[in-house]
């Protein structure tokens, strides 16, 4: 049994000196934890547990800061995010459009031909202090000649002349269904692509560019399941994505799992990808696929987040709610009965009650001659839902994923609907109060960030990133039961009850040790939290400051010219004290190298050369591989 693990021998870890927040009612803050062979073997008095220990048993002191149990996002596109990582320069947490253009800049003159500079989303306008979009102008004079693809949210993308004509729009080039090339006077593309509603035109462009090879992906991979170790992040539910097809998109993943380099659990959903031919993808994938076949790190959890094309209520609130069409429910039921009839779980991306709503219409026929109770089935993100289609959620034995939609997007919701409809969207306190399973997490990479702080903030809050206080008092969360959100309430989810997300002795040792406390600091910091020591089944994944010599090596980012070398991922505000003292602390070396001796602000500020080859570029010796 679980709960017998180390009782006979001594532990391979014990924490200690640490103000200890379990998650356990019944053993909410003990004085030490012990961890042996991957899961909690003891949690409880210090001096019991410093009994237990061997020779061989790392005792780590904690300095007394705040160690929780890992953080778990219920709905993070992690798989298509780290085949991407490496090529993206993220805005995720820059506070001035002007650092973010000083960033774009720096990264120009290091991509040589033909990769394109990407910007690809987790970041609003909102945040910058200049509240406002980088101009098409801008844009075209910071890269006169590099594509540069910007992605806002999913509501629109921004590109500067050299990325039309890579990506090959002109005049001839027509409008997709759903969205809208804007043109000049004479019909050429200005740069600017809408989604009205429909976000397939965004992503669609963005996949016109070239790909990393399969060696560099895994690298891209690695570094990004190390940036959610950073931030606390042990686990995730992957939701799939566009243009993510199952299987040969889940090769990376599979080999990083296989070799047991995975630092970051995932629970993965399998989104169709093809209009018309949904009900043909799950008849295939649950004929060729067994519901939960994996391990503890990497599992099948069923179907999702996309269903059928005819469901896609797509969350731009910039523009007026769509309509599904009146095949919704004929296309939803029969994938719904595919699924049931094989006994898989789903989820089913959903902004609006009205969707909701019909689709729940199609799950109680269902469910009137197989019983779905069982199948931990869910409704994502739910700005919107209704207290009755909470109430028939409930009755029917589903769950509502939420995310943090509305702390990028609540001031274009305001703008829309209003300060008062927004005080309950989505309505989580409520959900809470009815009994409603319900978690949270990010949706991260595109349509929000995927620093899991950002949520917990606004969940505790109520605050958009921008600032503007969209929930009220009432509406917000305990910090406690925010953590529970991105935590223990997120197992059931992934079918996982009881097996992690707390500090219980037989549940999996997953942890963070925070660099601040997060029950001390002001509400406003909340979302500044990383972790300094991140600990996923007894093994350290992550380490900074006092514990950066426990961090695992990993290689630079590959290629050379790769953003993460030279910038990171989530930008933390306390490196943002204007752009050239920014460039000069982000990830690069901590002593001098051989090209610049510690001189990056400025050497970054000239041109660097770059040659002609797919990969290369001149930089700075101190990321060469």
């Known amino acids: 049994m679980a709960e017998n693990r180390g009782a006979a021998a001594a532990p391979d870890m014990i924490l200690r000196n640490a ?19 991957g899961f909690f073997s003891e949690v409880g008095d210090l001096a019991s547990i410093m009994a237990s220990a061997g020779p061989q048993t790392q005792v780590i002191d904690l300095g007394g800061r705040r160690l929780v149990p890992g953080l778990f996002d219920n709905h993070l596109h992690v798989i298509r995010g780290g085949l991407n990582f490496n090529m993206e320069l ?9 650092d973010a253009m000083a960033m774009l800049k720096r990264q120009v003159a290091i991509t040589p031909p033909p990769q394109w500079v990407r910007i690809v989303g987790g970041f609003t306008e909102h945040q910058f202090v200049e509240k406002r979009l980088p101009t098409l102008d801008e844009i075209n004079a910071a890269a006169p000649e590099t594509p540069v693809f910007i992605l806002h949210l999913y509501d629109r993308a921004l590109l500067n002349a050299a990325a039309l004509r890579a990506a090959g ?16 006077p004479d019909g050429t593309p200005t740069g600017l692509l809408l989604a009205k509603p429909n976000a397939t035109i965004l992503y669609a462009t963005l996949a016109r560019g070239p790909k990393l090879p399969f060696d560099y992906q895994l690298n891209s991979t690695r570094h990004f ?3 959610l170790n950073r931030l606390g992040v042990t686990s ?15 090769d990376v993943i599979r080999k990083l799992a296989d070799d047991g380099e995975l630092t970051v659990r995932i629970a993965y959903n399998l989104f169709t990808q093809k209009p018309r031919q949904e009900k043909e993808d799950f008849l295939r994938w649950t004929s060729e696929n067994k519901y939960q076949q994996g391990d503890d790190y990497f599992r099948l959890n069923g179907a999702g987040e996309m269903l059928v094309y005819s469901a896609a209520d797509f969350e731009d609130f ?7 069409p009146a095949s919704m429910e004929d296309d939803l039921e029969q994938v719904a009965r595919v699924l049931v009839q094989n006994r898989w779980p789903w989820r089913l991306h959903a902004t609006y009650d009205q969707t909701i709503s019909r689709a729940l219409d199609v799950f109680e026929k269902v469910d009137a001659e197989m019983p779905i109770g069982d199948l931990h089935w869910i409704f994502d993100h739910a700005e919107t839902v209704s207290e009755k289609s909470l109430e028939r959620i409930a009755r029917l034995g589903g769950g509502v994923a939420v995310q943090h939609r509305m702390a990028y997007q609540g001031e274009y919701f305001v703008e829309r609907y209003g300060a008062r409809a927004a005080e309950a969207t989505p309505p989580v306190a409520r959900m809470l109060e009815m009994g409603v399973r319900v978690s949270a997490g990010t949706d991260a990479t595109r349509v929000a960030s995927y620093n899991p702080w950002v949520a917990l903030s606004w969940l505790a809050t109520g605050r958009t990133v921008g600032g503007m206080r969209i929930t009220p008092e009432h509406n917000t969360l305990d910090r406690e039961t925010a953590l529970r959100m991105l935590t223990e309430k997120v197992t059931w989810f992934a079918n996982m009850e009881g097996q992690k997300g707390q500090i219980v002795v037989g549940q999996m040792a997953d942890l963070a040790v925070l660099d601040r406390d997060l029950f001390a600091i002001p509400g406003d910091e909340i979302q500044d939290i990383t972790s300094d020591l991140t600990i996923v089944g007894g093994r350290i994944v992550h380490g900074a400051g006092d514990f950066a010599k426990l961090s695992p090596p990993l290689p630079p980012a590959m290629p050379d ?15 943002q004290k204007g752009a050239t003292q920014f460039l000069a602390q982000s990830r690069c070396c901590d002593s001098a190298c051989n090209v610049h001796g510690n001189g990056h602000a400025q050497a970054w500020a000239s041109s660097v050369p770059a040659d002609n080859a797919f990969w290369g570029a001149l930089g700075c010796s101190c990321w060469a591989f």
């Open 90 to 98: 993220r805005w995720d947490g820059v506070r001035s459009l002007a």
């Open 236 to 250: 995730a539910i992957d939701a799939g994505g566009g243009n993510q097809n199952f299987p040969d998109d889940y």
């Open 19 to 37: 103000r200890i927040t379990t998650l356990d009612r019944g053993n909410p803050a003990p004085e030490a934890v012990a961890i042996k062979d």
């Open 561 to 575: 010219w790769s953003p993460v070398n030279h910038f990171g991922g989530y930008q933390q505000r306390a490196m």
């Open 318 to 324: 910039r523009v007026e709610r769509p309509d599904m």
């Open 169 to 184: 729009y002109d005049k001839d080039t027509p409008n997709p269904p759903g969205g809208e090339i804007q043109r000049g």
């Open 225 to 227: 399941l190390r940036d």
